[in-house]
């Protein structure tokens, strides 16, 4: 599985960017996908995360994004995206998607060794 995240940039703060990431079609469906941030001297952390569904996928989110940052999903493009709104100076990272395959139905997966597969990252910076 192949993962490509873009969409990262400088921004000030107040502001929004829309990450995406797109992934090899053949797994996408049942792949449970995932976005991680890692800032300078600090461990990569949970941002957000959605499920497979044959419906509604669940979302889960970090509480230092909840009600800023959105996950969604497009099985038609194997695509995942971040869309990112009033966005902070501790925001800035570089951000990584990830894809677990064949994970649990309607299921969030929070830690780094919980997926297989991991972009190249893209970076974030939100100036003050």
């Known amino acids: 599985v192949q993962l490509q995240a873009s969409g990262g940039g400088l921004v000030q703060a107040g502001g929004s960017l829309r990450l995406s990431c797109a992934a090899s079609?053949?797994?996408?469906?049942?792949?449970?996908m995932g976005w991680f941030r890692q800032a300078p001297g600090k461990e990569r952390e949970f941002v957000a995360a959605?499920?497979?569904?044959?419906?509604?996928?669940?979302?889960y989110y970090a509480d230092s994004v909840k009600g800023r940052f959105t996950i969604s999903r497009d099985t038609a493009k194997s695509t995942v995206a971040l869309q990112m709104n009033s966005l902070k100076p501790e925001d800035t990272a570089v951000y990584y998607c990830?894809?677990?395959?064949?994970?649990?139905?309607?299921?969030?997966?929070?830690?780094?060794?919980?997926?297989?597969?991991w972009g190249q990252g893209t970076q974030v910076t939100v100036s003050s």
């Open positions: 079609a053949r797994t996408f469906t049942r792949s449970n």
């Open positions: 959605i499920s497979w569904s044959w419906s509604s996928s669940s979302t």
């Open positions: 990830a894809a677990r395959i064949q994970g649990d139905y309607n299921r969030g997966y929070y830690d780094t060794g919980d997926y297989d597969y």
